[in-house]
Each structure stands twice: as structure tokens, then as C-alpha cells.
């Protein structure tokens, strides 16, 4: 994707100023209606099957990367993006796929290793991509993606064990599986609270897309020596938060999720007010891997309370719908930090230090003791039975 607004460019986008205006329109339309459409989704994967879902997705992915390496004009390009919007959200169902079949001792490493993948690619995706751009073509490399697209539904159709049927049928009736409404799914035990941490750390993090390279190239004189250290912070940035999904989800079976939270929280806000004040990259660089370590694992401890209160019948609408909030963190994150850096670059570590704060002050308060105790050695939990049977 780091060469989209040149692909927008070559489908005959001439001024600077409209090209801004239509990457930012293209690139975020995505994840935007992907937000919104998601938990309408996942309210179909509960009553079809993941499995399904999963391939329904696997196959739009690979015909609207397909059909892109086509596009000839923006208006097919932004056309294929909303298609992308309404019939891919992947990630809005990776969480549900994960945990499916996972016994509850697990599910916390389970997200951990996922998230962790995620962050991965995410780092050197934009890497291969520019490397593909460069030597078959923009077009070519869109094609190479559709190709990626296909073995992964090669890959579900012939691998992926969905929700298996029930061993012993039963005499009596089957009775029909009650869904929770959203708006039900949203007075689960801090249910709420979880959706406000994964919007609010996510904005966090997003947000540093617009500020990390205008921050080098403050402290940086050769614009092509910017571009390059802005590139190697974010990608160290993103190894680190890869790492510590990974290490959060082993960790949280051995130790207090609230406090594991808390403690992230803190020291994560402390990191933000120090960056604020760095005076050169290599400051800026140590300081937000340390932010990455300390604060990366926070999704991981969020998805893993709430897979302890969401019940089966409603997995994949309950992820769906966390996944939303998230998404629309990282829509708001690069606004807010654009918006903050106009007007001083260093407000936007600032206001991070207070968000963080202010959700350890949130989640001190609001997060339950009970709640927070996790799974235990035995793959027991407060909310445990509750999990593994229909409302």
C-alpha cells in the first residue's frame, strides 16, 4: 500500500492537492465501512458457520485485488475500495477463527500469536510491496496479491475445522440458538469498557503514522535521510508491538490481567510524556520501541478478558464488534495526530500521555477484580461456564 498514491497518480490524478485529497479518500473508506458493516457480518458467521464466512471473504479479497491490477480510472479504484470495505474485514473475524476451537487455558497465547502475525506482516508488507512495485510493477504486484488472496482460500477450504456438530444427538428438540442484540453484547461485564480501551489505545498508536515522519524531518535536514529513519523507527516501532503481543499472551495466564493492564498503561503514558521532550532521532527511536514494548500487548489483554464474557452463540457478532471500535481508533489516530501536529508537534505525545492516564484510571475503576483473575492453570474462570455455553 505505500504506493497507492502513485497508482492514484497513474490513473490520471494530476494536481498534488487532489492527489492527497483522493489518497486519503481511498485509503480510508476501507477500514470505514469494514467498521461499520463488520459486526453485521459477524452476526452471520454466528449463525452460518466461521468457516464459510471465512471463504466468503478469502474469495472477495482475491477478485477485488484482482480486478485492481485493472482499474483505469480513480473512480474504479474507489469503487473496488468500497467492495473491499463491504465483503472483506478480515480481521474482523481473524480473533473468532483463532478461538474457536481453542481451550480456554490457551485462548490468551492463541490472540497473543495472532495479534503478533498481524503486527509482523503489517511491518514488512509495506517493505515486500515497494520491492514488488519497483520490479514487476504496481499492477503486477496487485495481481501477486489476489494470487496471496487465493491460497489463502485454498487454505481454509482444505484445512480450516469449523464448529463441529454435536457427538450424541439428542431425543428432544434441538433448541433454536438465542443471539444477544448488540446493544445486549454491550452490557456484557465490562464489555464497554474493553471497546473504549481498544478505541483509545488504537488512535494512540495510530496516530504516530502523520507525527513520526514530521517529527525527523524536524530534526533532520536532508528530506530522502528523514524519509529513511521515519521508515526504520516505524518498522522497529511495529516489531517491538509484534513481540509484545506475542509475550503478553503467554504472560496472562500466569499473572493478574488488571494489574498486567494497568502496569502497561502507566508506564506507557510515562513514555509518551518523555518523548515529548526528545531532542534527536536516535531519543525518538529508543523511546517509542519502549512505548511499543510496554504498550503493544494492551489489545492482546483486551481481546483475552473479553473472550472470558462472550458467549458462544455470539463470538464472531461480540469480536466483530471490538473490532469496529478498533478500526475506528485506527481511522481516528492519524486525524487526531495530524490535527494536534499543525498545531505543535510535540502536543500530540502530550495528549497521548493524558489518554493513557486516563484509561488507567478507567480501568482501575471499572474493570472488575473477579473479572480480571483470568484463566487459571486448570482452564478455569470467573466467567468460564458462562463462555463455553449458550445465553
Known sequence: MPFLPLYIQMLGVPTPAQLAIWAGVVLGISPLLASVIGPMWGRMADRYGLKIMAIRISLALFLIWFFTGFAQNVYHLFFLRILLGIFGGFNTFAISL??????????????????????????????FGGILAGWIGIRRTFLVTSLMCLISLLLFLRLYKDQPLPLKPSASPTPTKRHHSFRNLMLLPNFTMLAILLFVVTTVDRGFAPVIPLFVMKLTSNAEEAARKA?????????????????SGRRISKVSPKQFLLWRLTFGGLVCLVLSF?????????????????????????YTLASQVIPENDRAAAFGLLSSFAMLGGAAGPMLGGMLTSVNIRMAFLANTVLYFLLSVLVYKYVATAFSKGVNDTGSSPQGTHRRTAP
Not at 100 to 124: D, M, N
Open 278 to 302: 526528545a531532542g534527536t532521532v536516535s531519543q525518538l527511536l529508543w523511546l517509542r520501541v519502549l512505548l511499543a514494548l510496554l504498550a503493544g500487548g494492551t489489545l492482546t489483554i483486551a
Open 231 to 247: 521508515g526504520v523507527i516505524i518498522s522497529l516501532a511495529a516489531f517491538g508491538e509484534s513481540f509484545s503481543a506475542w509475550y
Open 98 to 127: 483463532v478461538t474457536q476451537l481453542c481451550p480456554p487455558e490457551k485462548v490468551g497465547r492463541s490472540i497473543g500469536t495472532l495479534q503478533a502475525t498481524q503486527i509482523f506482516s503489517a511491518a514488512v508488507g509495506p517493505f
